[in-house]
């Protein structure tokens, strides 16, 4: 089995350190990784300067781009072959709920599962690589536990998997769960620059909002891995209908529409 790996942390984090150490006992894989730190970058790919690639000490191979983009260069000429799946992470925190949206682990992720191949992103609840080393092993288990499943169609799938920073014997059974959702973000943070100018700092996420049971916010709060499968269609199908008959109305087709 080939797995290509990346993560937004960066090819130096802890974290795809370790999850790279775990997964070479079970597959070949391969690293390609943002240079730096490249935190809440979604999907983003750079598309008006150029990208280079570089191979650390270790092997690794690193971008000067976005998560997507090193997944997106690894499998359109960069590797060589098809990897049998894509893997993101260990994120350093949390990536449930809304977070999904920004989060750069998800993004490299979903790169891989919009070329039709198998992807995971990893990520552990809380910041600071505590217990990384029972995250990457329980990383690892999912993996292989995921693989095993049988796949309808051999249609691919993309899954978000949280791992509370809890000991190996204390992570409790994985969970399938959906999303919850959070707050709206705390405030902005403003400081004024050496050239009196006022800078502005994005402000931390907010707490949860929907951590009722069944979600990723519930399930690792009770020391359980979360795994959450994710799909790209952003359609509002059960309002479909009632924006067609509102489009009727403005073609005078049909009496307004309650809105």
Known sequence: MKILLCNDDGYQAPGIVALHAALQSIAEVEVVAPEHNNSAKSNALTLHSPLYVHRAANGFRYVNGTPADCVHIALTGLLGYR??????????GANMGDDTIYSGTVGAAMEGYLFGIPAIAFSQVDKGWGELEAAAHKAREVVQQLLALPRPDQEPWLFNV???NMPLT???APKFCR?????????VITQQSPHGEVMY???GAGPAKDDADGTDFHATAQGHVSITPLQIDLTDHAK???WARVAAYWTGAEQPAVL
């Open 162 to 164: 949280n791992i509370p």
């Open 179 to 187: 999303l919850g959702r959070r707050h709206a973000a705390e405030r």
């Open 170 to 172: 204390a992570l409790r």
């Open 201 to 203: 700092w994005i402000g």
């Open 240 to 242: 479909l209908a009632h």
């Open 83 to 92: 990897p049998d799946l894509v893997v993101s992470g260990i994120n350093n």
